[in-house]
């Protein structure tokens, strides 16, 4: 999950593998936020050692925040729900919420809505050329049917 998440950064974000576009200056600000916190604080007995490791085995801003948040779905890996959960919720001041917050509402929804659009552009390749109106909103159907499921194989028969 960690590299897949590394992956994911490239292709949405294209930025180093940072987890916000290079002008999308809000996002940007909200995660510098969170990561100067961790950065603070990582000492702290209640941090995670898998975020821990972002700042003892890595020099420089930019690829701690890059490895930052990956430690997210890598923490849910390792220690599945429950466990990765009470280990967030116990960070202090609330950040470790705040990072999944992060993660889960921009991060992952970006990720998402970009690999639906790459799944639809690449269903619309196989559409003959000629096809009107009507005939295109239904197969626009057929592919927002067929794509909410990440792991859907899309194929219009």
């Given amino acids: 999950m960690h590299e897949i998440c590394h992956a994911a950064c490239d292709i949405v974000f294209t930025n180093n593998s940072l987890p ?4 999308d200056y809000a996002s940007k600000k909200i995660f ?3 990561f100067v916190y961790f950065q603070k604080n990582y000492n702290n007995k209640d941090i995670p050692d898998v975020i821990k490791d972002v700042f003892e085995a890595y020099k420089g801003e930019e ?3 890059a490895e930052l948040i990956v430690r997210i779905p890598q923490l849910f890996t390792r220690h599945g729900y429950d466990e990765a959960m009470s280990k967030l919720e116990l960070i202090p001041d609330g950040m470790g919420l705040e990072l999944l917050k992060f993660y889960e509402e921009y991060f ?3 990720v998402t809505d970009k690999f639906e659009l ?12 000629n096809v009107n109106a009507q005939e295109m909103y239904y197969a626009d159907s057929i ?7 990440v792991d859907t194989c899309c194929t219009i028969s």
Avoid: V, W
């Avoid at 916000?20 to 002008?23: F, K, L, N, P």
């Avoid at 269903?123 to 050329?129: A, I, M, R, S, V």
């Fill in 20 to 23: 916000y576009g290079a002008d």
């Fill in 32 to 34: 510098h936020d969170i």
């Fill in 63 to 65: 690829i701690q925040k």
């Fill in 108 to 110: 992952l929804k970006k």
């Fill in 118 to 129: 790459m799944k639809k552009e690449e269903l619309k390749k196989y559409l003959p050329q």
């Fill in 143 to 149: 592919i927002a049917e067929r794509s909410t499921n």
